[in-house]
């Protein structure tokens, strides 16, 4: 999660977050507000401990489509 941010979001975007606390992420559904409280919140989640928390005799179906924008189909 720590590379996110460079990630998705061009430098001027992380300078416009910086300094204005805001920008838009450009998106194939269209423009989306992001700020820096966004970005801290998905920051601070611990992946590792949401998927351990999950039971394993619960079912899990993964989705993954071809258009994602930040994570390949490979």
């Given at each position: 999660m720590s590379q996110m941010p460079a990630k998705i979001f061009?430098?001027?975007q992380?300078?416009?977050i910086s300094n204005l606390g805001q920008t838009t992420w450009h998106t194939?559904?269209?423009e989306i507000?992001?700020?820096?409280?966004?970005?801290?919140t998905v920051m601070a989640?611990?992946?590792h401990k949401v998927i351990n928390d999950i039971?394993?005799?619960?079912?899990i179906l993964v989705v993954h489509g071809t258009d994602d924008e930040l994570i390949?189909?490979?």
């Open positions: 061009s430098e001027e992380l300078l416009e194939q559904r269209g507000p992001v700020t820096q409280e966004d970005i801290d989640m611990d992946m039971p394993q005799n619960v079912p390949g189909d490979e």
